[in-house]
């Protein structure tokens, strides 16, 4: 029943954002999309992948992303309302699936890379859809999934005591924990209850961790996983803040990025977002 709530309460609220959702989701900024085209170019370097799985594809952000790499891509979505939106120009065969991704039917060992962006904590139980997954993937095959909420990072900011004053930056980050719910009423009409239903491991659970994917991922099959962290603390104010030197301010937010990473797992409570390539 569970399952069956999140899917519904997501079904709810991604047809309410649709129409908006390109312009008011921060993952389509173009330093965002330029640091996730990156890693695939990277990804694509070493496994020269052709045939893509996109989970969760949404409005086609990854798939966008993708396609000038590959020759053909499955994006699953359960809300028709977001894969309206998909970008199907292009030389590259694109198949959309209106469906749940644990229950999807796609081909087994054919894909060579699979993909989860914005989306793995929209999931009830990650099982099911990393099963799913896991057998869609040929041997050698990747799965690259980003811009999950680290829970590491929520539970500092959870930890702090709302009644004291805090900078801007540090403030901000408390109003997106107690008051985005509120937010998306507001702009969309979508109730709270339901929004929180849509982003379960976020605001029910609290985040994901490198456990939690660990033991999901190995527990089904794959045999390598490398952590992704990024977007850490204040970086969207910094190199926003000056419009007229944002490609100055883009360079030393990746210095200060750099740092942190080799400071890990000290500084991982500092990053906003986890995510994972999982090799099969």
């Known amino acids: 029943m569970k399952n069956q709530e999140a899917i519904a309460a997501n079904i709810v609220v991604h047809s309410a954002m649709s129409e908006y959702y390109n312009e008011v989701e921060p993952h389509f900024r173009p330093e965002s999309i330029s640091r996730v085209k990156g890693i695939i170019e990277n990804i694509h370097t070493k496994t020269r992948f052709k045939r893509v799985l996109d989970l969760g594809c949404g409005t086609g952000f990854m798939i966008d992303i993708v396609k000038p790499f590959c020759d053909e891509i499955t ?26 991704t644990a229950t999807v039917e796609v081909p087994t060992e054919y894909y060579d890379l699979a993909t989860a962006y914005s989306f793995l904590d929209h999931l009830n139980d990650l099982i099911p859809t990393f099963k799913k997954c896991y057998s869609s993937l040929r041997e050698g095959g990747v799965f690259y999934a980003d811009l999950n909420p680290n829970l590491y990072f929520w539970e500092k900011i959870k930890s702090l005591d709302r009644s004291l004053k805090y900078s801007p930056i540090v403030q901000r980050e408390i109003d997106a924990v107690y008051e985005k719910d509120k937010e998306i009423e507001e702009k969309f ?83 906003k977002y986890i995510g994972f390539i999982a090799e099969k």
Not at 77 to 88: I, K, S, Y
Not at 255 to 266: F, G, K, Q
């Open 189 to 271: 009409g979508i109730s709270a209850e339901t929004f929180v239903k849509a982003e379960y491991f976020k605001h029910i659970k609290g985040g994901l961790s490198e456990d939690d994917f660990k033991d999901a991922l190995y527990s089904v099959g794959f045999k390598k996983v490398n952590f992704v962290y990024h977007w850490f603390i204040g970086q969207a104010q910094m190199i926003n803040s000056d419009p007229e030197n944002k490609e100055v301010l883009v360079k030393q937010a990746s210095l200060l990025h750099d740092h942190l990473i080799e400071s890990l797992p000290v500084s991982r409570d500092l990053f």
């Open 75 to 100: 994006g699953v979505d359960v809300t028709q309302a977001m894969m309206d939106r998909v970008d199907l120009s292009g030389e590259c065969k694109i198949n959309l699936i209106n469906c749940d």
